[in-house]
C-alpha cells in the first residue's frame, strides 16, 4: 500500500503515480523497472520505497483509484435518475466519457489486473462488480417494466460494457468525430440493443460496421 506521507510527499506520491501510469501504459507493468520510474520522477530508486512499499503497492494503488473514482463518479451521475429509460442513456454517456478522458488508466485497469496479487485483485474485482451493478440494475429493472427486450441481464450487461469501451481501442482526440457525437452514436446502438427486434446481436453488428 502506498505510505502516509505529507502535503509534500502527497505530490511526490502523486507525481510517481502518474509516472507510472505513463510507462506501465507504455510499456507493461512486468516491463516497467523501478529505475526507469525513478527517473522518470527525478528521484533516486531507494527514494521511491518512502512514498510505495514495492512495484505491486503503486499498481494496486492505481487500478484502485481509478476504478474508485470510476464507482463514485458514475454514482453521482446517476443519482436522482430512476427512469431505466434515461438511467441507461445516462449510464452509457457517462461510460464514454470516462473512457475517451482516461484512456491510459482504464488500459490498465483492464489489462493488468492479472499482475495484482489474489488480495488485492479481489479488492479491484470488488469494486469493478459494484460499477457492473449499476446497470445491471437498471437493465433488470427496464426488463421488468417491460422497456427493455432482454432475457439475461447480466450477459447484456458484459456485453453492453465491454462494447462501450471498445471506443478505447480506436479513439484519439481531435478525429472526425467529436466525443459529444461518438455518445450519440454509441447510446444509440446500446438502446437499440435492448430493445430492438433483433437485441444486442444488431447492435454488435452496427458496432463492428462502426469500428
Known amino acids: 500500500m502506498a505510505r502516509t506521507i505529507g502535503s509534500n510527499g502527497a505530490r511526490t506520491a502523486e507525481a510517481i503515480r502518474q509516472a507510472g501510469v505513463t510507462l506501465i501504459y507504455r510499456h507493461g507493468y512486468e516491463a516497467m523497472s523501478l529505475r526507469q520510474l525513478a527517473a522518470e520522477v527525478g528521484l533516486q530508486s531507494g527514494s521511491l520505497y518512502k512514498y510505495f512499499d514495492n512495484k505491486q503497492s503503486l499498481l494496486f494503488d492505481i487500478v484502485r483509484e481509478h476504478m474508485a473514482d470510476l464507482l463514485a463518479k458514475a454514482e453521482a451521475d446517476l443519482a436522482g435518475i430512476d427512469d431505466p429509460m434515461a438511467r441507461l442513456k445516462a449510464f452509457s ?17 483492464n489489462m493488468e489486473i492479472r499482475s495484482l496479487d489474489d488480495d488485492h485483485r479481489a479488492m479491484v474485482v470488488g469494486l469493478r ?4 451493478n449499476l446497470l445491471e440494475d437498471t437493465l433488470r429493472a427496464g426488463a421488468q417494466a417491460g422497456v427493455f427486450r432482454i432475457a439475461e441481464p447480466k450477459v447484456a450487461t458484459y456485453a453492453i460494457i465491454s462494447m462501450l469501451t471498445g471506443i478505447c481501442m480506436w479513439y484519439r482526440p481531435g478525429g472526425r468525430l467529436s466525443q459529444d457525437q461518438l455518445v450519440d452514436i454509441y447510446t444509440g446502438l446500446v438502446v437499440d440493443g435492448v430493445t430492438g427486434p433483433q437485441g444486442l446481436t444488431a447492435a454488435a453488428e452496427r458496432h463492428r460496421a462502426l469500428a
Open 129 to 132: 462488480r459494484r460499477y457492473e
Open 93 to 109: 454517456a457517462f461510460h464514454l466519457r470516462y473512457h475517451m478522458q482516461r484512456m491510459a488508466h482504464v488500459f490498465i485497469a
